[in-house]
């Protein structure tokens, strides 16, 4: 049995760490870190939690983290973990940062595209992208996971075999994402205000969202070339789940039997990753409370693209339950442990 303590514990990241950890026998919950909000007890922010946690809210003692958990989950918002996180390098802890704060292996594109200051490099060279289905082996090795970031997650798991294949081109690929309203956090705002988001939809940071550097990153990563996208991500009046429709140009004759054979048999041996039959495409509500990825495939003759539909639950595979996934696999735990949840439908 491990130890894991929740830095950021009040946001909806952290919230669905506290539901999905409750199952997991390997780890026991120790301590849920608010400074904000430190000495209250969770329930009375989120009366669900009521019987299941006793302990308040503590504030971050950062020195004695050590000497009480084993696993620090940072659902923190971007620009708070690259300040924690290299404090705690040299420790024996176990560190899943769940902002993009490690995400962006070149500092400058970081202070390009998130408007401040990176994370030393020292640390982002350290950290291990925690996208299982790509990157397990050095997950298994890892002290320090950077979690993907909600829609990359999405993109990239329908884009990488295509690109790994040469099926289609480098560039263009169109991604055109959307995503509930928890992918925006629990800040109020003027952009997910009940009368903003009902009855409406919105495209959002369009042409300059953090994810297009870390979805080009490691696509090119994949293809070792330049690898660029457009991605445009849009608000929709839901509160959690998120679907990537993704275009790309062939560069070969195939059918659409073919490469739904292709990515059945790239992702064989992946557990949270379903191929749908030909006809068949996800909705978000398909994998809502899960950690699945649902992909779907099309070859339109006519434009010689491939279509790709790949959707998730922004909350879970997007962000707590592939933070848990990775988890798993930096102990040697089953990797489907906590997590092998049928999803709620509807």
Known sequence: MKNAAIIGGTGYGAIELIRLLHSHKHIQLKKIISNSQHGEQISSIYPHLTSFIEEPMEKLEIKSLEKEVDIVFFATPAGISKKLIPQLEQSSLQCIDLSGDLRITSQDQYLEWYGAEAAPQETIDNAVYGLPEIYKEEIKNAKIISNPGCFPTSSLLGLIPAIQHKVIENSPIIID??????????????????????????????????????????????????????????????????????????????????????????????????????????????????????????????????????????????????????????????????????????
């Open 177 to 346: 994402g959307k995503t509930g309203i928890s992918g925006a956090g629990r800040t109020p705002s003027a952009m997910t205000h009940f009368s903003e988001v009902n009855d409406n939809v919105k495209a959002y940071k369009v042409g300059k969202h953090q994810h297009i550097p870390e979805i080009d990153q490691y696509l090119s990563g994949i293809a070792n070339e330049s690898v660029t996208s457009t991605f445009t991500p849009h608000l929709i009046p839901m509160t959690r789940g998120l679907i990537c429709t993704m275009y790309g140009q062939l560069k070969m004759t195939i059918s659409t039997e073919e490469i739904i054979d292709l990515y059945k048999s790239f992702y064989q041996s992946e557990p949270f990753v379903r191929i749908r039959n030909k006809g068949e495409f996800p909705a978000t509500k398909d994998m809502n409370g899960s950690n699945y990825c649902d992909i779907g495939l099309h070859v339109d003759e006519r434009t010689n693209q491939l279509i790709i539909i790949s959707a998730i639950d922004n909350l879970v595979k997007g962000a707590a339950g592939q933070a848990i996934q990775n988890v798993n696999l930096m102990n040697g735990w089953d990797e489907e442990h906590g997590l092998n949840n049928v999803p709620v439908y509807p």
